[in-house]
């Protein structure tokens, strides 16, 4: 049974720093994609950034040049590195992974989410 448990959020002010981490267990194999999402009050659910199994690395506009997204494959973990915060990036975060079944099928799981804040 996979497992996704996201940490290190929490409060900070605007323009600090943040690295958020998401480890998964349960699974042998490593996803063959990573992620974080975010979903502020009122708003849906957005991409943050992803990263493939062999390092290609996605990014929402909103977040290039500030967030870097990278994992460690035997671990199966993922991190996201946040940094120069900005209010609207308060929201809580939640890791994704996909693993690939066959062809075009897919199996996604989720982790329960962490809260960031950022403070103006």
């Known amino acids: 049974q996979v497992q996704l448990v996201e940490s290190g959020g929490g409060l900070v002010q605007a323009g600090g720093s943040l690295r958020l981490s998401c480890a998964a267990s349960g699974s042998t194999s490593s996803f063959n994609a990573m992620g974080w999402y975010r979903q502020a009050p009122g708003k849906q659910r957005e991409l943050v950034a992803t990263?493939?199994?062999?390092?290609?690395?996605n990014y929402a506009d909103s977040v290039k040049g500030r967030f870097t997204i990278s994992r460690d494959n035997p671990k199966n973990t993922v991190y996201l590195q946040m940094n120069s915060l900005k209010p609207e990036d308060t929201a809580v975060y939640y890791c994704?992974?996909?693993?690939?079944?066959?062809?075009?099928?897919?199996?996604?799981?989720w982790g329960q989410g962490t809260q960031v804040t950022v403070s103006s």
């Open positions: 994704n992974a996909v693993l690939w079944i066959g062809w075009g099928g897919e199996r996604n799981y």
């Open positions: 990263i493939s199994s062999s390092g290609t690395t």
